[in-house]
Structure formats: C-alpha cells, structure tokens
C-alpha cells in the first residue's frame, strides 16, 4: 500500500509544526532511528488492520505522533 506525495507532506507539515510548538515531541521527532516513511507506513498498516474505511484528520495525526516514542 503506498501514500500519496500530498498525504506524506500533510502528515510532514503537521508533524513539523507539532515540534516546533512541542519541545518534548521535537526530541522524538527528532530521533535518527524514526523517519517519515516508516511513520506513514505505520498509519496506512494500522489503517488497514482497522476494517474502517474513513477517519477523521485529528485521527490520523494522532497515529503519526504515537508513531514516535515517548
């Protein structure tokens, strides 16, 4: 399953914007060993393993910061 070139830099421009104003996230966002493709492949398998067909954005982001550690 792939992402779309607008859906990874939605989930990126929410992600940075979230750092910017999260100095706890930024520390995780930052993390060398977590990067932007593994994130959204995490959001679409998670995604799929729901059996649901729509989500709401707050939805969505919400995987893309569970994603990175805490």
């Known amino acids: 399953m792939n992402a779309t070139d607008n859906f990874k ?7 940075d ?4 104003e999260d100095v706890l996230f930024s520390f995780r966002y ?3 060993r977590k990067n932007l493709d593994d994130c959204i492949t995490c959001i ?11 989500f709401e954005d707050d939805e969505i982001f919400g995987m ?3 994603y990175y550690p805490k």
């Open 9 to 15: 830099k939605t989930i990126k421009a929410y992600l």
């Open 17 to 20: 914007q979230r750092a910017e």
């Open 30 to 32: 930052s993390l060398p």
């Open 44 to 54: 679409l398998n998670t995604v799929q393993k729901s059996g649901c067909n729509g």
């Open 64 to 66: 893309a910061v569970h």
